[in-house]
């Protein structure tokens, strides 16, 4: 079946700094891959997808990029803000066979001002 | 904009206790999920359910049930809540078609079992 796998936080950041947060899945075939947030005591809410490699998402100036080779899908910021403090989850969905997304285990970013 | 809602915020219940967790959509989606989250876990799918009356395992079923029969309305049951299903219960659903694979989540459940 399909993994993914995060790196383990929590990630502490000063306010501007660049982050990045690793993601790396196993799965047949060509999925389709997402980066989910969860903001302090709310749901899960879509924060930038790709469906094919090569693809770049993008949303509220983060990135990641799908690259097929190395089975990565990284999400990355150029300067964090104290509202970006959030859980951070990687997912993958297999375009056959179960419907349903696969998570990773999720990183805690807490910027400080 | 899409709508999940879980009946309840917070639960307490005892040790053997039937428990019902319910998640309402209202955005007329044909698939809807039921996940538990734990610390260094991620999200671990329960059951998902693809159309009224239908629905498949996900990772781990064990000790739970699920119940959908109305379109908007998916329920969660533990039969028998146990102190290991202790947790954040969160409910999802998603479109039919080509935006299947986008889910929208309710706030959760945090459920205790004393």
């Known amino acids: 079946g399909n993994s993914v796998t995060q790196m383990e936080g929590p990630v502490t950041l000063s306010e501007e700094a660049f982050l990045t947060i690793n993601c790396t899945y196993t799965a047949t075939g060509y999925p389709s891959l997402f980066w989910y947030v969860q903001y302090p005591g709310e749901g899960l809410q879509l924060l930038l997808k790709?469906?094919?490699?090569?693809d770049k998402g993008s949303n509220k100036g983060f990135e990641a990029t799908y690259r097929k080779e190395t089975t990565s899908f990284h999400l990355e910021k150029g300067s964090v803000q104290v509202s970006d403090s959030a859980v951070y989850f990687c997912?993958?969905?297999?375009?056959?066979?179960?419907?349903?997304?696969?998570f990773g285990s999720g990183t805690r970013l807490q910027v400080q001002p | 904009d899409v709508k999940v809602t879980q009946s309840s915020r917070y639960l307490v219940k005892r040790t053997g206790e039937k428990v019902f967790l319910e998640c309402v959509q209202d955005m007329d989606h044909e698939n809807m999920f039921w996940y538990r989250q734990d610390p260094g876990l991620g999200l671990r799918l329960i059951y998902f359910?693809?159309?009224?009356?239908?629905?498949e395992k996900g990772d781990i079923p064990e000790g739970y049930s699920v119940s959908r029969e109305k379109k908007e309305r998916f329920s969660l049951i533990l039969e028998s809540a146990s102190t290991n299903q202790t947790s954040m219960y969160l409910c999802a659903s998603s479109p039919g078609g080509k935006a299947k694979n986008i889910q929208y989540f309710g706030a959760g459940t945090r459920l205790s079992v004393l």
């Open positions: 359910s693809y159309d009224v009356k239908m629905k």
């Open positions: 997912a993958v969905w297999e375009k056959t066979g179960r419907r349903a997304l696969t």
């Open positions: 790709a469906t094919k490699a090569d």
